[in-house]
């Protein structure tokens, strides 16, 4: 099922941008 695939490529992408922008967010208060 190509469903459960895009869900999970969904999921993946989500955490990743997450990722990124607590790590911005440590990066601007550290400076």
Request: proline share 0%; hydrophobic share 65%.
């Amino acid at each position: 099922m190509h469903i459960i695939e895009r869900l999970l490529q969904l999921l993946m992408l989500h955490v990743v941008c997450a990722m990124l922008f607590s790590f911005v967010n440590v990066t601007t208060e550290l400076i």
